[in-house]
């Protein structure tokens, strides 16, 4: 750590803190998925998006952000996890708008910045397991 930028350290400080942000919200749904899943469709009840799309996606997004969380912290192909958590992103606001939950959505745009910056510094990347391989 002593050897890093203040520009690696502050990647690295924040690929972990929004590693540690998808992984938990993984971790933490995956118990409880079914419930999860319900609640997140009934949500969507009183809009136009129908069950038959909500349901299948409230069951596979527990996994995706657990998944996504892993590469993050491990920094593993770290700019397609960046990436698909932007496109992640993109798709959760489009669901909070649908439901005009605008607060929802304005959390979410701070998500947006937050890989806008990351991806925009990627070539701070350090303390991963990109770095290393790019290295062998």
């Known amino acids: 750590m002593k050897n890093l930028t203040n520009q690696q350290l502050a990647f690295f400080l924040a690929r972990i803190t929004i590693g540690i942000n998808f992984l938990m919200h993984g971790i933490i749904r995956l118990p409880k998925l079914s419930a999860f899943a319900t609640g997140l469709t009934q949500g969507f009840s009183e809009t136009y998006l129908p069950e038959f799309l909500i349901l299948p996606f409230a069951y596979v ?12 912290l491990a920094g593993l192909k770290t700019r397609f996890a960046l990436a698909a958590s932007s496109v992640l992103i993109a798709i959760l606001i489009f669901g909070s708008a649908f439901k005009e939950d605008w607060a929802g959505v304005g959390t979410q745009m701070i998500y947006t910045i937050f890989f806008f910056l990351l991806i925009s510094k990627l070539e701070h990347n350090a303390c991963a397991v990109d770095s290393k391989v790019k290295r062998i």
């Open 61 to 72: 997004l527990p996994f995706i952000e657990l998944i996504l969380g892993i590469l993050l």
